[in-house]
C-alpha cells in the first residue's frame, strides 16, 4: 500500500511557469495520484475496492471494473446490474461501458441475465474485433467467455414493478429513479486514467430502450491526452449532447474539471430552453477527472453527490448545481 510520501504529486513542473501557465499556454489543473471518483456518495464502498488496487500501484482498469462491480452485484442498489428494477414489462435489462488509458473501449447493451455487464464489456474491448455488443449476441458472448447465467430480477425489484404497475405512469423523480448509474473514473501511479459506467437503466423503460451509460461519448469518455468523464442522470439528456465527449473537450481547451462539467450541464439546459422544455423533473449529473489527477463534478439539479478517495481518504462530496 503506497503510503503519503510516495503519493506523487503531479504536473508540479506545470506549477512553475509564472502565472500558472504550462508550456501549451493552457492552465494547469493539478491534483494527486491515484485517484478514483464515482458518481453518487454511495460509491464509497465501491472507491474501497477500486482503492484496494489503486493503493498497492495496480491498474486503474482492473480498479474501475473491480469498483463498479460492487454495486452491480448489491441488490439493494436498484438501480445497477443484479436487483436492477426492470422495465415496464418486467425485464432486467443492463448496460454498461469500460476505457482504457489508450482510449481502448468495449460496451454491452441490453444485456440480460448476467450481472457483471462491466466484465463483458471489458473482454469484448480486449477480446473481439468490435468495440460493443447488444441484447442477444451480448448474452451469447457473455455465455461463451464463462459468465454465470442468472435471473437478475428479485423479489424486490418485482414488487416494485408490481406497484408501479398499479398507476403505469413514467414520471422519472429527481435524485431517485434518475439515481441510476455508477459512472467512475481512476488515475493509477502509473498515471494511466481509465473510466467504467453501468447502470441497470431508468426504471419502468420501454422494453429496449438503452441511455447514456454504453454509449462511448455519452455515458463515459477518456482521452488520455486531456482526461475521463461520466455521467448520471437521464440518459436521453446526456446522449442528445454528447456529454462526456464534450467535457473532455472543454478539459482538453484548458478548462478545469468543474468548469467543464459545467459547461456541459449549461448545453443542457439551453439546449432544452431553445426547444421550450422544462427540466423541472431531469437529473443530470457530471464528473470528470483531468490526466492530472484533478477532479470536478456538476449537476443540474441539487442533490447529486459523488465518492473520491486519493491521498486524503475516501470522502463524499456535494456537487456544484444549476438550478
Ligand atoms: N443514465 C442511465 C440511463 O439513463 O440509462
New binding site residues.
Given amino acids: 500500500m503506497l503510503n503519503r510520501k510516495q503519493f506523487l504529486k503531479t504536473g508540479l513542473l506545470g506549477t512553475i511557469p509564472l502565472s500558472g501557465l504550462g508550456f501549451s499556454g493552457k492552465k494547469k489543473h493539478v491534483g494527486s495520484k491515484p485517484v478514483v471518483i464515482a458518481t453518487w456518495f454511495t460509491a464509497l464502498r465501491a472507491n474501497e475496492a477500486a482503492w484496494e488496487i489503486l493503493g498497492n500501484g495496480g491498474y486503474a482498469l482492473d480498479a474501475v471494473e473491480a469498483g463498479v462491480m460492487v454495486e452491480e452485484n448489491d441488490p439493494k442498489n436498484m438501480s445497477v446490474g443484479y436487483g436492477g428494477r426492470p422495465d415496464r414489462e418486467g425485464n432486467v435489462s443492463l ?1 454498461a461501458c469500460i476505457m482504457d488509458e489508450r482510449g481502448e473501449c468495449g460496451a454491452v447493451v441490453f444485456l440480460q441475465n448476467y450481472k457483471n455487464p462491466i466484465s463483458v464489456a471489458r473482454k469484448v474491448m480486449e477480446e473481439t474485433p468490435h468495440i460493443m455488443l447488444a441484447g442477444k449476441g451480448a448474452q451469447q458472448f457473455a455465455k461463451e467467455q464463462g459468465f454465470e447465467e442468472m435471473d437478475l430480477l428479485t423479489p424486490e425489484a418485482k414488487k416494485a414493478w408490481e406497484n408501479w404497475l398499479k398507476t403505469s405512469e413514467y414520471k422519472p423523480v429527481v435524485n431517485i429513479e434518475n439515481h ?2 455508477i459512472g467512475m473514473l481512476a488515475l493509477d501511479a502509473d498515471g494511466r486514467l481509465c473510466g467504467a459506467c453501468t ?1 441497470s ?2 426504471a419502468w423503460k420501454m422494453h429496449g430502450r438503452v ?3 454504453p454509449i462511448i461519448g455519452a ?1 463515459l469518455f477518456v482521452d488520455p491526452e486531456a482526461g475521463g468523464a461520466c ?6 439528456e ?1 446522449v442528445k449532447t454528447a456529454g462526456s465527449a464534450l467535457i473532455v473537450e472543454m478539459m482538453r481547451q484548458g478548462h478545469s474539471p468543474e468548469e467543464a462539467c459545467k459547461i456541459a450541464v449549461d448545453r443542457i439546459i439551453s439546449r432544452n430552453k431553445k426547444a421550450g422544455k422544462s427540466l423541472k423533473n431531469t437529473q443530470v449529473g457530471y464528473l470528470a477527472l483531468n490526466k492530472d489527477g484533478a477532479f470536478g463534478a456538476y449537476s443540474i439539479q441539487k442533490g447529486f453527490n459523488y465518492a473520491v478517495y486519493n491521498e486524503d481518504g475516501n470522502r463524499r462530496l456535494d456537487s456544484g448545481f444549476r438550478v
Fill in positions: 448496460d441510476d448509474t447502470t437503466g431508468a441511455g447514456d451509460s455515458g455521467a448520471t442522470g437521464l440518459g436521453e446526456v
